[in-house]
């Protein structure tokens, strides 16, 4: 198995990797882009780079949900998804993405804001094209249910 998003210094680990996480096929997105550990710290850095993205927190609704909600949570509820929708062995336990965004008013510039930053991530743990791809088109999957319809 591959660990392509191990380049910023963490641990392989090898023959001693849990079990569980054996259960996804090799080809599965889940196992190229290097389990929960690699998309626990993309999903750590994408998420700091939203809290402090200008064109986020210009909408209201996103800076008061900067204050409320505990980012380690949701750092972890979107790790858990990601591991989920890309084949891992994780159950995500969330609400769904209409429920937990309809009252945010996420516009299109914002929507657009967040794209930049979660490309800027993926390139900075050099995810590769074809991941890259897939995993935007998972993200571009969920537009319809959290950008407000004008
Ligand atoms: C511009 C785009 C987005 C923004 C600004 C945004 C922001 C937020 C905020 C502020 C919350 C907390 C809401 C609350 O508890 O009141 C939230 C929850 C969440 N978001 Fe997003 N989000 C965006 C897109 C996405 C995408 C594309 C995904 C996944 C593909 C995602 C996954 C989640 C998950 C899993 C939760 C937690 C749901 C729960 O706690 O039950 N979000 N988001």
Same mark, same amino acid.
């Given at each position: 198995?591959?660990?392509?998003?191990?380049?910023?210094?963490?641990?392989?680990?090898?023959?001693?990797?849990?079990?569980?996480?054996?259960?996804?096929?090799?080809?599965?997105?889940?196992?190229?882009?290097?389990?929960?550990?690699?998309?626990?710290?993309?999903?750590?850095?994408?998420?700091?780079?939203? +809290?402090?993205? *200008?064109?986020?927190?210009?909408?209201?609704? /996103? @800076?008061?949900? $900067? !204050?409320?909600?505990? &980012?380690?949570?949701?750092?972890?509820?979107?790790?858990?998804?990601?591991?989920?929708?890309?084949?891992?062995?994780?159950?995500?336990?969330?609400?769904?993405?209409?429920?937990?965004?309809?009252? +945010?008013?996420? *516009?299109?510039?914002?929507?657009?804001?967040? /794209? @930049?930053?979660? $490309? !800027?991530?993926?390139? &900075?743990?050099?995810?590769?094209?074809?991941?890259?791809?897939?995993?935007?088109?998972?993200?571009?999957?969920?537009?319809?249910?959290?950008?407000?319809?004008?």
């Amino acid at each position: 198995m591959r660990m392509l998003l191990l380049t910023a210094g963490l641990v392989t680990f090898g023959a001693f990797r849990p079990a569980a996480a054996q259960l996804a096929p090799d080809t599965a997105l889940y196992n190229r882009l290097g389990g929960v550990y690699a998309i626990a710290t993309v999903v750590d850095d994408f998420i700091e780079r939203l +809290l402090v993205n *200008n064109t986020l927190n210009a909408n209201p609704r /996103l @800076a008061e949900a $900067r !204050a409320r909600v505990p &980012k380690a949570g949701l750092k972890f509820q979107v790790a858990a998804l990601v591991c989920q929708v890309t084949g891992g062995p994780c159950t995500y336990t969330g609400r769904t993405m209409k429920a937990s965004h309809a009252h +945010l008013n996420i *516009n299109e510039e914002q929507w657009q804001a967040m /794209l @930049a930053d979660f $490309r !800027a991530t993926l390139n &900075k743990f050099s995810v590769p094209a074809k991941e890259q791809g897939e995993l935007i088109g998972i993200v571009q999957s969920t537009k319809p249910d959290i950008v407000i319809a004008r």
